[in-house]
């Protein structure tokens, strides 16, 4: 692998495409949600969108669209992004085949990828994250919190990443092996240019069966998750690396009325 040449040459893309189902009450994109409130809590300045481009490394951005694609384009006008639709909401590894032509037009050798609802990573991590590179195919941005509740942990073995297990998995492994599990993923990654163009086509030719509420009604439905991107990659021989953020606070995602308000006290204290 060829070492990084420069942390400019990363290009970004932030998954913005969900309708944010847990924010009870809201009916937009909840990336434009304020950290400054005024009237309530849904309305104000900063939108979460904002306060996490401006912690990107410096390079092309592209973002991933779909519910309220108007609204989203409008709050990033006259900024220099590419706008890629997903036109079916179908995991996060679905809104990165969205972007395939947004990555395969890049001279950039690396990309970071994040969601649109983590505003608090600083640009330091994901300097740290992208320099990472230079050992690594990928890099899972992870954190360890007090209380690992229900989010995806990083198996490691030799300071690499063999797997990110979902909760529904994890919780039956027995205790010893559970303490282990200490490092939860983020849903930040850094990946090499080279690497994800290979492995995307893996990923959107083995598509998951989900069974989800639609409209009151069970539907099979096919979803892709950037969970299984590491398996392949892991599988194919590469290089699985790991950051641990330096605060919980900053891989805090906000996706329902509780972290919402509890991201405004953050902002708007300077922590």
């Known amino acids: 692998m060829n070492p990084m040449n420069s942390i400019q040459q990363t290009a970004s893309i932030i998954m913005a495409a969900g309708r944010g189902s847990r924010m009870k009450g809201y009916g937009g994109n909840k990336t434009l949600l304020p950290l400054i409130p005024t009237d309530s809590p849904f309305t104000g300045r900063r939108p979460l969108l904002m306060n996490l481009m401006e912690s990107l490394p410096e390079g092309p951005k592209a973002i991933i669209v779909n519910h309220c694609r108007d609204e989203v384009a409008a709050s990033v006008e006259g900024i220099d992004m590419t706008f890629c639709e997903q036109p079916v909401l179908n995991g996060t590894g679905g809104a990165i085949i969205a972007a395939r032509g947004f990555i395969s ?35 899972v941005l992870g954190f360890r919190p007090r209380d690992k509740k229900q989010y995806g942990v990083l198996e490691i073995e030799s300071r690499r990443v063999t797997k990110i297990t979902e909760w529904k998995y994890w919780k039956d492994y027995p205790e010893e092996k559970r303490r282990t599990l200490t490092v939860c993923n983020s849903g930040i990654y850094a990946v090499t240019k080279e690497a994800l163009e290979t492995f995307l086509p893996v990923l959107a030719s083995r598509p998951q069966i989900v069974n989800k509420e639609i409209n009151g009604k069970m539907t099979a439905i096919e979803e892709f998750f950037i969970t299984d991107l590491i398996e392949y990659m892991v599988a194919g021989g590469r290089r699985v690396g790991f950051l641990v953020a330096e605060n919980e606070t900053e891989t805090m995602g906000v996706d329902d009325m509780d972290a919402l308000k509890k991201a405004q006290e953050i902002f708007n204290s300077g922590i």
């Open 105 to 139: 037009a890049q001279p950039c050798p690396s990309l970071v990828i994040t969601m649109g609802d983590v505003p608090f990573v600083r640009k330091e991590t994901y300097v740290r994250l992208v320099r990472l590179l230079d050992e690594n195919d990928i890099v």
